[in-house]
């Protein structure tokens, strides 16, 4: 199983807001270091939607935002739109592992 | 904006090498502070982080790969690699090369991927 824990799947109305969830422990969130959140459409390459925690890159709409706190970090996105259905991937820096981690990857149903 | 393109054989042998090279537009591979990284994704699982070269050639590679990981970069055809040794159907994978621009920690711009299947 992946070091950073994501719920399987998460679904929201045209709207809606919806929140996944990114939960680590002391030697990766917990250590203070950031975490990055990935968009992968279906059969296309992930793209980054949120860096260092709450930024969003240049194109990234201001409905997606990053929050973290303690061991866990969290990916909102307001005013859901069909066209955000996709796999959402947390990652961070794991200092016992000593390499980069992912979560396990969040299904996004727009319903 | 610079732009990445994965090329290599679709299909390796076990206990062969799996060879992809990242072919790199839009910038010089040789920019100072451009971490070039290798990150795959088993069929229907997650993203699996594999290693980078900095462009100054310095490495840093998962500790489960690297006895069978070689990354490497090629500044006059501005591409860069990624070998790897005695495969097996574990191996089997899209691998995206991407680039993390200041930091080794975040991937800014990911190559499409290419299907790399390990079977005789």
């Known amino acids: 199983q992946s070091v950073l824990t994501q719920p399987p799947s998460v679904s929201g109305a045209p709207g809606q807001r919806v929140a996944i969830s990114c939960t680590g422990s002391s030697s990766n969130i917990g250590a203070t270091y950031d975490v990055h959140w990935y968009q992968q459409l279906p059969g296309t390459a992930p793209k980054l939607v949120i860096y260092?925690?709450?930024n969003r890159p240049s194109g990234v709409p201001d409905r997606f935002s990053g929050s973290k706190s303690g061991t866990s970090a969290s990916l909102a996105i307001t005013g859901l739109q069909a066209e955000d259905e996709a796999d959402y991937y947390c990652q961070s820096y794991d200092s016992s592992l000593s390499f980069v981690v992912f979560g396990g990857g969040t299904k996004l149903t727009v319903l | 904006q610079v732009q990445l393109q994965e090329s290599g054989p679709g299909l390796v042998k076990p206990a062969q090498t799996l060879s992809l090279t990242c072919t790199v537009s839009g910038g010089s591979i040789s920019s100072g502070g451009y971490y070039w990284s290798w990150i795959r994704q088993h069929p229907g699982k997650g993203l699996e982080w594999i290693g980078y070269?900095?462009?100054?050639?310095?490495?840093y590679y998962k500790p489960s790969l690297k006895r069978r990981l070689t990354i490497s970069i090629d500044t006059f055809k501005n591409q860069f690699s990624l070998k790897l040794t005695s495969v097996t159907a574990a191996d089997t994978a899209v691998y995206y090369c991407?680039?993390?621009?200041?930091?080794?920690?975040?991937?800014?711009?990911w190559g499409q991927g290419t299907l790399v299947t390990v079977s005789s």
């Open positions: 070269i900095y462009y100054s050639g310095s490495t």
């Open positions: 991407g680039l993390g621009v200041d930091t080794s920690m975040i991937t800014h711009f």
């Open positions: 260092n925690n709450n």
